[in-house]
T-cell receptor
Framework: EAEVAQSPRYKITEKSQAVAFWCDPI?????LYWYRQILGQGPELLVQ????????DSQLPKDRFSAERLKGVDSTLKIQPAELGDSAMYLC???????????FGQGTRLTVV | AQSVAQPEDQVNVAEGNPLTVKCTYS??????LFWYVQYPNRGLQFLLK??????LVKGSYGFEAEFNKSQTSFHLKKPSALVSDSALYFC???????????FGKGTTLSVSS
């Protein structure tokens, strides 16, 4: 069964350092999302891509966060510099363009110390 | 603006008893509604969805949900709970325009033996 792949699964970084997360969506899924889930809360959208284009990045803290999906397939989310408040689970999800449900990867647990 | 409310932080049931996890929503137009389940340090797994048609939808692992348009609710149900159902459950909504999922804050289901 096809899955959304994310790496790394866990990341510990010091504040002010740069960190990057990678996501490979299910093959053929044009829509890709990055969500952030703070412990005890529901996931919140950071950015939505359709193919290589950003559809919604209104909630992305652009002073420190960036996201790209250069070839419309895999995607990278970067934080520079990381802050203590960035500690969270970062989830990637994808769906087919005209599909309904999104499928999630296992997530990357980020701890900023 | 779209929103989802899960009024209970935690639901406790005994194994073999029926369970209900509540969800209400607000969205412009006709909603797409979803339930996802999350186990510790894992991503979200899709359980079921309501798009159109029959108000009672069936999903994975014996779960079902009832869409009630007048009450703007989409409660998750299962006739007989299992200890293995213990997890964090999220209700989510989006409109038909392809926007991203909006999640509730989640409800922890605890099934005791």
């Amino acid at each position: 069964e096809a899955e959304v792949a994310q790496s790394p699964r866990y990341k510990i970084t010091e504040k002010s350092q740069a960190v990057a997360f990678w996501c490979d969506p299910i093959s053929g899924h044009a829509t890709l999302y990055w969500y952030r889930q703070i412990l005890g809360q529901g996931p919140e959208l950071l950015v939505q891509f359709q193919d290589e284009s950003v559809v919604d990045d209104s909630q992305l803290p652009k002073d420190r966060f960036s996201a790209e999906r250069l070839k419309g397939v895999d995607s990278t989310l970067k934080i520079q510099p990381a802050e203590l408040g960035d500690s969270a689970m970062y989830l990637c999800a994808s769906r087919v363009l005209m599909g309904t449900e999104a499928f999630f990867g296992q997530g990357t647990r980020l701890t900023v110390v | 603006a779209q929103s989802v409310a899960q009024p209970e932080d935690q639901v406790n049931v005994a194994e073999g008893n029926p369970l209900t996890v509540k969800c209400t929503y607000s969205v412009s137009g006709n909603p797409y509604l979803f339930w996802y389940v999350q186990y510790p340090n894992r991503g979200l797994q899709f359980l079921l969805k309501y798009i159109t048609g029959d108000n009672l939808v069936k999903g994975s692992y014996g779960f079902e949900a009832e869409f009630n348009k007048s009450q703007t609710s989409f409660h998750l149900k299962k006739p007989s709970a299992l200890v293995s159902d213990s997890a964090l459950y999220f209700c989510a909504v989006r409109d038909q325009a392809g926007t991203a999922l909006i999640f509730g804050k989640g409800t922890t289901l605890s099934v005791s033996s």
